[in-house]
């Protein structure tokens, strides 16, 4: 079946705008990350999904970070007045969530790469 | 707090070679431990994993890694490179209990394989 997936895969903005990164998760999969990868580093998590919920967000570094999974499906993460040190790459991941939280295998989409100019 | 570190920016092996991509962590009781490979312009990909039982854990393509408890260790191995393990590898590590589970990657390793 069909893998995660991250639109736009590339996201050019301003600083100041407003930007929305959408993650569509493995169909079933009930919990959805959000992570975010500068260069160099491994992924910093942001934000942590059960269904529609948000069971963690203890990531996500300001209040100018938001994110939704309405549906308990597509989540969509939200930046507003974007700050040049925004700029990374955008990884989203969804794991079953019914074997046991921890040992759940993450599965991660291809990211979302942001340039705030 | 639960860490990983991975002391090695870059690995270089020529093909054919064996390779270990070293990996230690920090964590309250017992560990579960992953490793992921990422090649340019993708997401990670899940490699194996280790949750309990057989120290030695078998993943995708001859991948294998070795749970070192006394040593906080879990290496990354295989017994011979290709050029085509060339990518950037990264080790994360979770608890098991408490919390919402939420893993901690170091910072990868660079894997060169040459020809």
């Known amino acids: 079946g069909a893998g995660v997936s991250q639109t736009p895969s590339n996201k050019v903005t301003e600083k100041g705008k407003y930007v929305e990164l959408r993650c569509d998760p493995i169909?079933?999969?009930?919990?959805l990350y959000w992570y975010r990868q500068s260069l160099g580093q491994g992924p910093e998590f942001l934000i942590y999904f059960q269904g529609t919920g948000a069971a963690d967000d203890s990531g996500l570094p300001n209040d100018r970070f938001f994110a939704v999974r309405p549906e308990g499906s597509v989540s969509t993460l939200k930046i507003q007045r974007t700050e040049r040190g925004d700029s990374a790459v955008y990884l989203c991941?969804?794991?079953?969530?019914?074997?046991?939280?921890?040992?759940?295998?993450?599965?991660f989409g291809p990211g979302t790469r942001l340039t705030v100019l | 707090a639960q860490s990983v570190a991975q002391p090695e920016d870059q690995v270089n092996v020529a093909e054919g070679n064996p390779l270990t991509v070293k990996c230690t962590y920090s964590?309250?009781?017992?560990?579960?431990l992953f490793w992921y490979v990422q090649y340019p312009n993708r997401g990670l990909q899940f490699l194996l994993k280790y949750i309990t039982g057989d120290n030695l854990v078998k993943g995708s393509y001859g991948f294998e890694a070795e749970f070192n408890k006394s040593q906080t260790s879990f290496h990354l191995k295989k017994p011979s490179a290709l050029v085509s393990d060339s990518a950037l590898y990264f080790c994360?590590?979770?608890?098991?209990?408490?919390?919402?589970?939420?893993?901690?990657f170091g910072r990868g390793t660079s894997l060169i394989v040459h020809p």
């Open positions: 964590v309250s009781g017992n560990p579960y």
């Open positions: 169909s079933g999969h009930t919990a």
């Open positions: 994360a590590v979770r608890a098991p209990s408490g919390g919402s589970y939420i893993p901690t």
């Open positions: 991941a969804s794991s079953p969530g019914t074997s046991g939280r921890a040992i759940d295998t993450q599965y």
